[in-house]
Protein backbone atom coordinates (compact mmCIF):
# COMPACT_ATOMS: atom_id res chain seq x y z
CA UNK A 1 0.00 0.00 0.00
CA UNK A 2 1.85 3.48 -0.87
CA UNK A 3 1.75 6.29 1.76
CA UNK A 4 -0.95 8.14 -0.21
CA UNK A 5 -4.06 5.57 -1.05
CA UNK A 6 -3.26 4.50 2.96
CA UNK A 7 -3.97 8.83 3.60
CA UNK A 8 -7.05 8.34 1.49
CA UNK A 9 -8.15 5.21 2.71
CA UNK A 10 -8.40 6.11 6.47
CA UNK A 11 -7.16 9.61 6.66
CA UNK A 12 -4.85 10.67 9.96
CA UNK A 13 -6.04 7.76 11.79
CA UNK A 14 -5.04 5.21 9.55
CA UNK A 15 -1.72 6.59 9.45
CA UNK A 16 -1.50 6.26 13.43
CA UNK A 17 -2.54 3.02 13.45
CA UNK A 18 -0.10 2.02 10.98
CA UNK A 19 3.01 3.81 12.81
CA UNK A 20 2.01 2.43 15.94
CA UNK A 21 1.47 -1.18 14.68
CA UNK A 22 5.02 -0.46 13.23
CA UNK A 23 6.45 0.77 16.45
CA UNK A 24 4.67 -2.10 18.24
CA UNK A 25 6.55 -4.92 15.87
CA UNK A 26 9.67 -2.87 16.41
CA UNK A 27 9.62 -2.78 20.26
CA UNK A 28 8.30 -6.25 20.43
CA UNK A 29 11.06 -7.68 17.56
CA UNK A 30 13.92 -6.12 20.23
CA UNK A 31 12.48 -7.30 23.21
CA UNK A 32 12.67 -10.56 21.61
CA UNK A 33 16.01 -10.10 20.30
CA UNK A 34 16.76 -8.82 24.29
CA UNK A 35 15.29 -11.86 25.30
CA UNK A 36 17.74 -14.24 23.30
CA UNK A 37 20.72 -12.43 24.12
CA UNK A 38 19.66 -12.50 27.68
CA UNK A 39 19.37 -16.10 27.54
CA UNK A 40 22.30 -16.46 25.55
CA UNK A 41 24.84 -14.55 27.81
CA UNK A 42 23.35 -15.61 30.90
CA UNK A 43 25.69 -16.88 33.25
CA UNK A 44 24.85 -19.92 36.15
CA UNK A 45 26.68 -20.15 39.07
CA UNK A 46 26.39 -23.15 41.77
CA UNK A 47 28.06 -23.13 45.06
CA UNK A 48 27.77 -25.54 47.75
CA UNK A 49 25.07 -23.84 49.51
CA UNK A 50 23.52 -20.10 48.80
CA UNK A 51 22.22 -17.91 51.17
CA UNK A 52 19.65 -15.84 49.76
CA UNK A 53 18.28 -13.30 52.59
CA UNK A 54 14.80 -14.14 50.87
CA UNK A 55 12.08 -15.06 52.26
CA UNK A 56 10.60 -17.09 49.86
CA UNK A 57 13.75 -19.33 49.06
CA UNK A 58 16.56 -18.67 52.30
CA UNK A 59 18.49 -21.17 50.78
CA UNK A 60 19.43 -22.37 46.88
CA UNK A 61 22.54 -23.86 45.29
CA UNK A 62 22.62 -21.59 41.73
CA UNK A 63 21.88 -18.89 40.31
CA UNK A 64 21.76 -16.75 37.18
CA UNK A 65 22.92 -13.33 36.12
CA UNK A 66 21.69 -11.57 33.36
CA UNK A 67 24.10 -9.37 31.58
CA UNK A 68 22.41 -6.21 33.19
CA UNK A 69 24.31 -7.09 36.18
CA UNK A 70 21.06 -8.64 37.93
CA UNK A 71 19.65 -11.97 39.13
CA UNK A 72 17.40 -13.68 36.84
CA UNK A 73 17.23 -16.65 38.89
CA UNK A 74 17.77 -18.28 42.05
CA UNK A 75 16.87 -21.91 42.21
CA UNK A 76 17.87 -25.62 43.94
CA UNK A 77 19.21 -27.68 41.40
CA UNK A 78 18.71 -31.14 42.02
CA UNK A 79 21.84 -33.45 42.41
CA UNK A 80 21.43 -35.22 39.41
CA UNK A 81 21.64 -32.11 36.62
CA UNK A 82 24.09 -30.81 34.60
CA UNK A 83 24.25 -27.43 37.20
CA UNK A 84 24.85 -29.61 40.21
CA UNK A 85 27.92 -31.56 38.43
CA UNK A 86 29.76 -28.08 37.88
CA UNK A 87 29.37 -26.41 41.72
CA UNK A 88 31.93 -24.90 42.30
CA UNK A 89 34.05 -25.03 45.69
CA UNK A 90 32.97 -22.54 48.75
CA UNK A 91 29.57 -20.89 50.02
CA UNK A 92 27.62 -17.95 48.75
CA UNK A 93 26.62 -15.22 51.12
CA UNK A 94 24.64 -12.04 49.76
CA UNK A 95 26.77 -9.28 49.49
CA UNK A 96 28.03 -7.40 52.31
CA UNK A 97 27.05 -3.31 53.15
CA UNK A 98 29.10 -0.85 55.80
CA UNK A 99 25.96 1.16 57.07
CA UNK A 100 29.06 4.37 57.99
CA UNK A 101 31.75 4.55 56.55
CA UNK A 102 34.10 7.59 54.96
CA UNK A 103 35.44 6.38 51.50
CA UNK A 104 37.84 9.18 50.83
CA UNK A 105 39.38 9.47 54.43
CA UNK A 106 40.09 5.73 54.30
CA UNK A 107 41.82 5.96 51.32
CA UNK A 108 43.99 8.87 52.62
CA UNK A 109 44.49 6.62 55.85
CA UNK A 110 45.77 3.81 53.86
CA UNK A 111 48.61 6.60 51.86
CA UNK A 112 49.67 7.90 55.63
CA UNK A 113 50.69 7.65 59.21
CA UNK A 114 48.97 4.17 61.00
CA UNK A 115 48.58 5.43 64.73
CA UNK A 116 46.12 2.55 65.64
CA UNK A 117 47.48 0.96 68.71
CA UNK A 118 50.08 3.33 69.68
CA UNK A 119 50.86 2.94 73.23
CA UNK A 120 53.81 5.78 73.67
CA UNK A 121 54.79 9.37 72.25
CA UNK A 122 57.98 7.33 71.58
CA UNK A 123 55.98 4.78 69.17
CA UNK A 124 54.21 7.52 67.07
CA UNK A 125 57.43 9.21 66.49
CA UNK A 126 59.07 6.11 65.38
CA UNK A 127 55.70 5.20 63.15
CA UNK A 128 56.15 8.62 61.27
CA UNK A 129 60.03 8.48 60.71
CA UNK A 130 59.15 4.98 58.94
CA UNK A 131 56.60 6.68 56.96
CA UNK A 132 59.11 9.83 55.97
CA UNK A 133 61.75 6.70 54.80
CA UNK A 134 59.60 5.92 51.78
CA UNK A 135 57.81 9.41 51.64
CA UNK A 136 61.08 11.75 51.51
CA UNK A 137 58.76 14.67 50.32
CA UNK A 138 55.96 14.65 53.17
CA UNK A 139 55.95 17.41 55.89
CA UNK A 140 56.47 20.48 53.30
CA UNK A 141 53.88 23.31 53.65
CA UNK A 142 52.58 21.72 50.22
CA UNK A 143 52.42 18.33 51.69
CA UNK A 144 51.95 17.79 55.29
CA UNK A 145 52.40 14.39 56.47
CA UNK A 146 49.22 13.17 57.88
CA UNK A 147 48.24 10.05 60.06
CA UNK A 148 45.29 8.87 61.54
CA UNK A 149 44.56 6.63 65.63
CA UNK A 150 46.55 8.02 68.69
CA UNK A 151 44.73 8.03 71.87
CA UNK A 152 45.42 10.12 75.03
CA UNK A 153 43.98 7.27 76.79
CA UNK A 154 46.93 5.11 76.15
CA UNK A 155 49.46 7.79 75.79
CA UNK A 156 48.09 9.26 79.55
CA UNK A 157 47.76 12.38 78.69
CA UNK A 158 47.11 14.78 75.63
CA UNK A 159 49.86 15.37 73.33
CA UNK A 160 51.25 18.92 72.15
CA UNK A 161 53.56 20.23 69.39
CA UNK A 162 56.40 19.92 71.78
CA UNK A 163 56.34 16.17 71.60
CA UNK A 164 56.82 15.84 68.28
CA UNK A 165 58.92 18.58 68.15
CA UNK A 166 61.15 16.32 70.75
CA UNK A 167 62.13 14.34 67.26
CA UNK A 168 64.66 16.21 65.21
CA UNK A 169 64.05 15.07 62.63
CA UNK A 170 60.44 16.02 62.80
CA UNK A 171 60.79 19.31 64.40
CA UNK A 172 60.05 21.52 61.57
CA UNK A 173 57.98 19.39 59.71
CA UNK A 174 54.27 19.90 58.69
CA UNK A 175 52.37 17.20 60.62
CA UNK A 176 48.62 16.73 60.98
CA UNK A 177 47.83 13.61 62.95
CA UNK A 178 43.92 12.51 64.02
CA UNK A 179 42.56 11.22 66.53
CA UNK A 180 41.15 7.65 66.79
CA UNK A 181 37.94 9.31 66.48
CA UNK A 182 38.57 11.68 64.02
CA UNK A 183 37.17 14.58 66.10
CA UNK A 184 40.57 15.97 67.38
CA UNK A 185 43.61 16.89 65.32
CA UNK A 186 47.13 17.26 66.93
CA UNK A 187 49.57 19.31 64.53
CA UNK A 188 53.28 20.25 64.68
CA UNK A 189 54.51 23.46 65.41
CA UNK A 190 54.70 24.76 62.34
CA UNK A 191 51.68 24.28 61.65
CA UNK A 192 50.65 26.42 65.18
CA UNK A 193 52.55 29.10 63.92
CA UNK A 194 50.55 29.52 60.71
CA UNK A 195 48.06 30.52 62.84
CA UNK A 196 47.21 33.91 65.27
CA UNK A 197 49.59 34.57 68.16
CA UNK A 198 46.00 34.66 70.39
CA UNK A 199 43.45 32.16 69.40
CA UNK A 200 39.91 32.42 71.17
CA UNK A 201 37.95 29.66 72.27
CA UNK A 202 35.50 28.21 69.54
CA UNK A 203 31.94 27.45 70.38
CA UNK A 204 31.14 23.86 69.77
CA UNK A 205 35.13 22.73 70.16
CA UNK A 206 37.74 22.81 72.56
CA UNK A 207 41.15 24.05 71.67
CA UNK A 208 43.17 22.04 74.33
CA UNK A 209 45.67 24.28 76.27
CA UNK A 210 46.97 22.12 79.00
CA UNK A 211 49.45 20.60 79.00
CA UNK A 212 50.19 23.09 76.07
CA UNK A 213 48.89 23.66 72.43
CA UNK A 214 48.86 21.04 69.59
CA UNK A 215 45.05 19.65 69.75
CA UNK A 216 41.93 20.96 68.18
CA UNK A 217 39.13 19.09 68.89
CA UNK A 218 35.26 18.99 66.64
CA UNK A 219 34.28 22.86 65.51
CA UNK A 220 37.93 24.07 66.94
CA UNK A 221 39.18 21.52 63.36
CA UNK A 222 37.54 23.99 61.58
CA UNK A 223 40.42 26.60 61.42
CA UNK A 224 43.85 23.96 61.01
CA UNK A 225 41.85 22.21 58.30
CA UNK A 226 41.36 25.72 56.23
CA UNK A 227 44.81 25.66 56.31
CA UNK A 228 45.64 22.01 55.39
CA UNK A 229 46.78 21.93 51.73
CA UNK A 230 44.36 19.57 50.40
CA UNK A 231 44.98 16.38 48.20
CA UNK A 232 43.97 17.04 44.08
CA UNK A 233 42.05 15.02 42.39
CA UNK A 234 44.76 13.10 41.08
CA UNK A 235 45.23 11.91 44.64
CA UNK A 236 42.03 11.60 45.37
CA UNK A 237 41.68 8.81 43.00
CA UNK A 238 44.35 7.23 44.22
CA UNK A 239 42.37 7.23 47.33
CA UNK A 240 39.32 5.88 46.08
CA UNK A 241 41.15 3.18 44.23
CA UNK A 242 43.08 1.97 47.32
CA UNK A 243 40.03 2.29 49.57
CA UNK A 244 37.55 0.34 47.14
CA UNK A 245 39.95 -2.75 46.18
CA UNK A 246 40.42 -3.29 50.35
CA UNK A 247 36.64 -2.90 50.79
CA UNK A 248 36.49 -5.57 48.38
CA UNK A 249 38.98 -7.58 50.39
CA UNK A 250 37.00 -7.65 53.28
CA UNK A 251 33.73 -8.41 51.45
CA UNK A 252 32.00 -5.19 51.31
CA UNK A 253 30.39 -4.89 47.65
CA UNK A 254 28.52 -1.53 49.14
CA UNK A 255 28.74 1.49 51.84
CA UNK A 256 26.78 4.27 53.20
CA UNK A 257 29.42 7.38 53.12
CA UNK A 258 28.63 10.02 55.83
CA UNK A 259 29.57 12.81 54.69
CA UNK A 260 30.67 13.80 51.52
CA UNK A 261 31.14 17.16 50.16
CA UNK A 262 30.18 18.68 46.97
CA UNK A 263 33.29 18.78 45.10
CA UNK A 264 33.87 14.98 46.14
CA UNK A 265 30.48 14.23 44.65
CA UNK A 266 30.67 15.69 41.58
CA UNK A 267 34.49 13.45 41.43
CA UNK A 268 32.62 10.41 42.86
CA UNK A 269 29.88 11.37 39.80
CA UNK A 270 32.23 11.04 36.74
CA UNK A 271 34.39 8.29 38.52
CA UNK A 272 31.47 5.85 39.01
CA UNK A 273 30.83 3.36 36.26
CA UNK A 274 34.34 3.52 35.66
CA UNK A 275 36.96 0.22 35.32
CA UNK A 276 38.11 1.63 38.80
CA UNK A 277 34.58 2.21 40.47
CA UNK A 278 34.03 -1.51 42.39
CA UNK A 279 31.89 -0.33 44.96
CA UNK A 280 28.11 0.99 45.39
CA UNK A 281 28.35 3.88 47.26
CA UNK A 282 25.52 5.29 49.13
CA UNK A 283 26.40 8.62 49.58
CA UNK A 284 25.41 11.58 52.08
CA UNK A 285 25.78 14.89 51.21
CA UNK A 286 27.71 17.12 53.59
CA UNK A 287 27.85 21.48 52.92
CA UNK A 288 31.40 22.75 52.93
CA UNK A 289 29.75 24.91 55.84
CA UNK A 290 28.77 22.20 58.25
CA UNK A 291 25.35 21.91 59.54
CA UNK A 292 23.93 24.55 56.71
CA UNK A 293 21.50 23.98 53.90
CA UNK A 294 23.57 24.30 50.74
CA UNK A 295 20.24 23.58 47.91
CA UNK A 296 22.44 25.12 44.90
CA UNK A 297 25.26 22.28 45.72
CA UNK A 298 22.60 19.53 46.81
CA UNK A 299 21.99 18.12 43.27
CA UNK A 300 20.05 14.43 43.74
CA UNK A 301 22.11 11.72 41.69
CA UNK A 302 20.62 8.22 41.73
CA UNK A 303 22.40 5.79 39.23
CA UNK A 304 19.95 2.87 37.95
CA UNK A 305 22.64 0.19 38.36
CA UNK A 306 22.99 1.65 42.34
CA UNK A 307 26.63 2.43 41.75
CA UNK A 308 25.84 5.68 43.28
CA UNK A 309 23.59 7.75 45.24
CA UNK A 310 23.21 11.00 46.34
CA UNK A 311 20.16 11.45 47.98
CA UNK A 312 20.50 12.37 51.47
CA UNK A 313 22.41 14.67 53.97
CA UNK A 314 24.70 14.28 57.11
CA UNK A 315 24.55 16.84 59.75
CA UNK A 316 26.21 16.60 62.90
CA UNK A 317 25.01 17.51 66.61
CA UNK A 318 28.10 16.66 68.79
CA UNK A 319 31.42 15.05 68.81
CA UNK A 320 32.72 11.72 70.42
CA UNK A 321 32.88 10.27 73.53
CA UNK A 322 36.80 9.55 74.11
CA UNK A 323 37.19 13.40 73.30
CA UNK A 324 34.44 14.39 75.84
CA UNK A 325 33.18 15.97 72.99
CA UNK A 326 29.92 13.97 72.82
CA UNK A 327 27.38 16.41 74.45
CA UNK A 328 25.29 14.60 77.19
CA UNK A 329 22.30 15.96 79.43
CA UNK A 330 24.15 15.47 82.78
CA UNK A 331 27.91 16.08 83.28
CA UNK A 332 30.54 12.90 82.74
CA UNK A 333 31.18 11.11 85.86
CA UNK A 334 35.01 11.54 85.24
CA UNK A 335 35.02 15.23 84.47
CA UNK A 336 32.11 16.46 85.98
CA UNK A 337 32.96 20.40 84.92
CA UNK A 338 31.32 18.99 81.39
CA UNK A 339 29.12 18.03 79.81
CA UNK A 340 30.71 17.61 76.12
CA UNK A 341 30.00 20.18 73.62
CA UNK A 342 27.17 20.63 71.10
CA UNK A 343 28.18 21.77 67.19
CA UNK A 344 25.07 23.05 66.55
CA UNK A 345 22.38 24.51 69.15
CA UNK A 346 19.01 22.94 69.06
CA UNK A 347 17.19 25.25 67.33
CA UNK A 348 19.24 25.77 64.48
CA UNK A 349 20.10 22.25 63.77
CA UNK A 350 15.73 21.51 63.81
CA UNK A 351 15.84 24.66 61.22
CA UNK A 352 18.44 23.00 58.83
CA UNK A 353 16.66 19.50 59.30
CA UNK A 354 13.69 21.01 58.44
CA UNK A 355 14.85 22.20 55.30
CA UNK A 356 16.52 19.27 53.71
CA UNK A 357 13.59 17.65 54.55
CA UNK A 358 11.43 20.34 52.38
CA UNK A 359 13.99 19.89 49.94
CA UNK A 360 13.12 16.31 49.60
CA UNK A 361 16.45 15.03 51.06
CA UNK A 362 17.18 12.28 53.97
CA UNK A 363 18.74 13.56 57.01
CA UNK A 364 21.43 11.39 58.57
CA UNK A 365 22.23 12.89 62.10
CA UNK A 366 25.78 12.51 63.91
CA UNK A 367 24.61 11.85 67.45
CA UNK A 368 26.82 10.48 70.07
CA UNK A 369 25.50 11.79 73.60
CA UNK A 370 22.43 11.21 75.09
CA UNK A 371 21.79 15.26 74.50
CA UNK A 372 22.54 15.36 70.92
CA UNK A 373 20.15 12.17 70.31
CA UNK A 374 17.36 14.30 71.97
CA UNK A 375 18.08 17.30 69.42
CA UNK A 376 18.62 14.68 67.03
CA UNK A 377 14.87 13.48 67.66
CA UNK A 378 13.33 16.63 67.99
CA UNK A 379 14.49 17.75 64.80
CA UNK A 380 13.24 14.95 62.66
CA UNK A 381 10.72 14.76 64.60
CA UNK A 382 9.74 18.35 63.86
CA UNK A 383 10.84 17.90 59.86
CA UNK A 384 8.05 15.06 60.03
CA UNK A 385 5.69 17.06 60.88
CA UNK A 386 6.55 20.03 58.70
CA UNK A 387 6.60 17.61 55.32
CA UNK A 388 3.38 15.04 56.03
CA UNK A 389 1.38 17.18 57.85
CA UNK A 390 -2.17 15.41 58.75
CA UNK A 391 -0.12 11.89 58.46
CA UNK A 392 1.14 10.06 61.17
CA UNK A 393 4.57 10.74 62.12
CA UNK A 394 5.65 6.41 61.66
CA UNK A 395 3.92 6.54 58.24
CA UNK A 396 6.07 9.76 57.12
CA UNK A 397 9.17 8.19 58.38
CA UNK A 398 8.47 5.16 56.36
CA UNK A 399 9.12 6.88 53.46
CA UNK A 400 11.61 8.99 54.31
CA UNK A 401 13.79 6.84 56.79
CA UNK A 402 15.35 9.57 58.65
CA UNK A 403 18.31 7.89 60.42
CA UNK A 404 20.91 8.16 63.96
CA UNK A 405 24.55 8.29 62.90
CA UNK A 406 25.81 6.26 65.86
CA UNK A 407 23.27 6.47 68.40
CA UNK A 408 25.14 5.65 70.96
CA UNK A 409 24.25 6.96 74.16
CA UNK A 410 20.17 7.39 74.28
CA UNK A 411 17.94 8.82 77.01
CA UNK A 412 15.40 6.26 78.05
CA UNK A 413 12.48 8.72 77.34
CA UNK A 414 14.51 8.89 73.86
CA UNK A 415 14.54 5.23 72.88
CA UNK A 416 10.68 5.05 73.69
CA UNK A 417 10.50 8.03 70.69
CA UNK A 418 12.87 6.15 68.44
CA UNK A 419 10.67 2.89 68.82
CA UNK A 420 7.10 4.89 68.51
CA UNK A 421 8.61 7.35 64.96
CA UNK A 422 11.15 4.31 63.58
CA UNK A 423 13.68 6.64 63.06
CA UNK A 424 16.49 4.20 62.15
CA UNK A 425 19.72 3.84 64.13
CA UNK A 426 23.03 3.41 62.29
CA UNK A 427 25.49 1.46 64.78
CA UNK A 428 28.85 0.42 65.10
CA UNK A 429 28.67 -2.65 67.30
CA UNK A 430 33.48 -2.38 67.53
CA UNK A 431 32.36 1.40 69.06
CA UNK A 432 31.07 -0.06 72.07
CA UNK A 433 34.60 -3.11 71.98
CA UNK A 434 36.61 -0.04 71.51
CA UNK A 435 34.92 2.47 73.97
CA UNK A 436 34.10 0.24 76.67
CA UNK A 437 37.28 -0.18 78.57
CA UNK A 438 36.65 3.94 79.57
CA UNK A 439 32.50 4.38 78.69
CA UNK A 440 31.50 3.22 82.05
CA UNK A 441 34.18 5.91 83.36
CA UNK A 442 33.00 8.73 81.06
CA UNK A 443 29.28 8.04 82.07
CA UNK A 444 28.65 6.11 85.35
CA UNK A 445 27.08 2.88 85.72
CA UNK A 446 23.40 3.74 85.58
CA UNK A 447 23.61 5.82 82.35
CA UNK A 448 25.64 2.93 80.91
CA UNK A 449 23.25 0.12 81.66
CA UNK A 450 20.05 1.67 80.71
CA UNK A 451 21.46 4.22 77.36
CA UNK A 452 24.80 3.42 76.12
CA UNK A 453 25.70 1.17 72.83
CA UNK A 454 21.97 -0.50 72.64
CA UNK A 455 21.49 -3.16 69.67
CA UNK A 456 18.87 -5.81 70.76
CA UNK A 457 16.83 -3.41 72.08
CA UNK A 458 16.45 -1.49 69.27
CA UNK A 459 15.60 -4.42 66.48
CA UNK A 460 12.07 -3.05 65.88
CA UNK A 461 13.10 0.14 64.24
CA UNK A 462 15.53 -1.71 61.36
CA UNK A 463 19.29 -0.41 62.99
CA UNK A 464 21.61 -0.47 60.57
CA UNK A 465 25.38 -1.71 61.02
CA UNK A 466 28.62 -0.44 60.19
CA UNK A 467 32.16 0.30 61.47
CA UNK A 468 32.78 3.93 61.22
CA UNK A 469 36.07 3.16 58.81
CA UNK A 470 38.56 4.37 59.19
CA UNK A 471 37.69 4.96 62.99
CA UNK A 472 37.59 1.17 62.98
CA UNK A 473 38.77 -1.31 60.73
CA UNK A 474 36.13 -2.30 57.85
CA UNK A 475 36.08 -5.71 58.27
CA UNK A 476 32.22 -6.82 58.81
CA UNK A 477 32.88 -9.96 59.93
CA UNK A 478 34.90 -8.33 63.17
CA UNK A 479 31.78 -6.03 63.26
CA UNK A 480 29.29 -9.03 63.38
CA UNK A 481 31.90 -10.80 66.06
CA UNK A 482 31.39 -7.98 68.20
CA UNK A 483 27.80 -7.85 67.78
CA UNK A 484 27.42 -11.03 69.00
CA UNK A 485 29.99 -11.65 71.48
CA UNK A 486 30.31 -7.50 72.86
CA UNK A 487 33.88 -8.42 73.03
CA UNK A 488 37.00 -6.78 71.14
CA UNK A 489 37.75 -8.54 67.70
CA UNK A 490 41.23 -7.44 68.40
CA UNK A 491 41.82 -9.16 71.89
CA UNK A 492 38.74 -11.45 71.69
CA UNK A 493 38.34 -10.72 75.45
CA UNK A 494 35.79 -8.17 77.67
CA UNK A 495 36.44 -5.68 79.71
CA UNK A 496 39.81 -5.59 81.92
CA UNK A 497 40.49 -8.69 79.86
CA UNK A 498 37.73 -10.84 80.77
CA UNK A 499 36.23 -13.90 79.04
CA UNK A 500 32.69 -12.47 79.24
CA UNK A 501 31.14 -9.44 76.53
CA UNK A 502 30.24 -6.71 77.71
CA UNK A 503 26.47 -5.70 78.69
CA UNK A 504 25.57 -9.19 76.69
CA UNK A 505 21.75 -8.65 76.69
CA UNK A 506 22.59 -6.17 73.96
CA UNK A 507 24.18 -9.06 71.87
CA UNK A 508 22.45 -9.88 68.08
CA UNK A 509 22.12 -13.46 67.02
CA UNK A 510 24.38 -14.17 64.04
CA UNK A 511 21.46 -13.85 61.51
CA UNK A 512 20.31 -10.60 63.02
CA UNK A 513 24.26 -8.92 63.04
CA UNK A 514 24.23 -10.62 59.51
CA UNK A 515 20.98 -8.63 58.35
CA UNK A 516 22.62 -5.88 59.73
CA UNK A 517 25.52 -5.53 57.13
CA UNK A 518 23.35 -6.14 54.69
CA UNK A 519 19.50 -6.32 54.73
CA UNK A 520 19.52 -2.90 57.02
CA UNK A 521 21.83 -1.30 54.90
CA UNK A 522 20.07 -1.79 51.72
CA UNK A 523 16.75 -0.82 53.53
CA UNK A 524 18.03 2.37 54.60
CA UNK A 525 19.64 3.34 51.20
CA UNK A 526 16.09 3.19 49.49
CA UNK A 527 17.23 -0.54 47.80
CA UNK A 528 15.56 -2.57 49.62
CA UNK A 529 15.55 -6.11 47.80
CA UNK A 530 17.91 -4.89 45.60
CA UNK A 531 20.89 -5.10 47.16
CA UNK A 532 21.73 -7.00 50.59
CA UNK A 533 19.77 -10.09 48.94
CA UNK A 534 20.09 -12.92 46.25
CA UNK A 535 17.07 -12.95 44.70
CA UNK A 536 15.70 -12.32 41.13
CA UNK A 537 15.77 -8.52 39.93
CA UNK A 538 18.32 -8.10 42.84
CA UNK A 539 21.75 -6.48 42.02
CA UNK A 540 23.97 -9.67 41.19
CA UNK A 541 26.45 -8.77 44.34
CA UNK A 542 27.79 -12.20 46.54
CA UNK A 543 30.73 -13.27 48.39
CA UNK A 544 32.28 -16.59 48.52
CA UNK A 545 33.66 -17.98 51.66
CA UNK A 546 34.75 -21.01 52.80
CA UNK A 547 32.44 -22.31 55.07
CA UNK A 548 28.60 -21.86 55.96
CA UNK A 549 28.52 -19.46 58.85
CA UNK A 550 26.56 -21.33 61.11
CA UNK A 551 29.38 -23.82 61.38
CA UNK A 552 32.12 -21.07 61.71
CA UNK A 553 33.48 -20.78 65.46
CA UNK A 554 32.41 -17.03 66.45
CA UNK A 555 36.10 -16.71 67.11
CA UNK A 556 36.71 -17.28 63.45
CA UNK A 557 35.40 -14.07 62.67
CA UNK A 558 38.02 -12.19 64.33
CA UNK A 559 40.10 -13.05 61.20
CA UNK A 560 37.93 -14.32 58.82
CA UNK A 561 39.12 -14.43 54.94
CA UNK A 562 36.50 -14.35 52.16
CA UNK A 563 37.36 -16.35 49.60
CA UNK A 564 35.85 -13.88 46.44
CA UNK A 565 33.96 -10.69 46.27
CA UNK A 566 31.32 -10.58 43.15
CA UNK A 567 29.15 -6.89 42.19
CA UNK A 568 27.58 -7.06 39.40
CA UNK A 569 28.22 -10.07 38.25
CA UNK A 570 31.67 -9.25 38.18
CA UNK A 571 34.47 -10.35 40.20
CA UNK A 572 36.16 -7.85 41.84
CA UNK A 573 38.03 -9.71 44.52
CA UNK A 574 39.73 -13.12 44.82
CA UNK A 575 41.97 -14.52 47.19
CA UNK A 576 45.45 -15.64 46.21
Known amino acids: MTWSRLTSFGGENSIWLFTS ?8 FFDLRQGFVNLLYTETHCYQSVRTHSDAEPYANCFSVLPSGVFSRVFQAPPESPYARSTRPGFAIPGLWDGHGHLLQYGEFLNSVDLFGS ?49 DRLRNLYIMLDRVDVHCIWVSQPILDLLPESIPDVPGGEIVRDPGMGVFCD ?29 NEVGLVGMADAGVMPGNAALFKELAGTE ?85 FQVNIHAIGDL ?5 VDAMTAALERVCPGESLTSCQSRRRFRIEHSQIIHPDDQTRIHSIGIIPSIQPTHATSDFAYAEKRLGPER ?19 SDFPVEPPDPFQGIYAAVTRKNPHTGRGTDGSPDGWHTEEALTLDQALRGFSVAPAHGAFLGGKAGVIQKGAFADWVVIDEPLEETDIEDFRNFKVRETWIAGKRVYKRD
Request: hydrophobic letters at 40%; charged letters at 25%.
Open 21 to 28: AVLVGLAS
Open 119 to 167: ESFQDINTRVNTYLDTHPDAGSKEEWVRGVGWDQMALGRMPTADDLASD
Open 219 to 247: NAMDMIMALWPKPDSKKKQKFLKSAMSKL
Open 276 to 360: DWTLRVYAMLECDDRNTFCPDSAEKHVRDDGLLSIASVKLFADGALGSWGSAMIDPYSDRPDTSGSLLVNATELTRVTIAWAEAG
Open 372 to 376: ANRNA
Open 448 to 466: TRTEAYRMRSLLDVNPILG
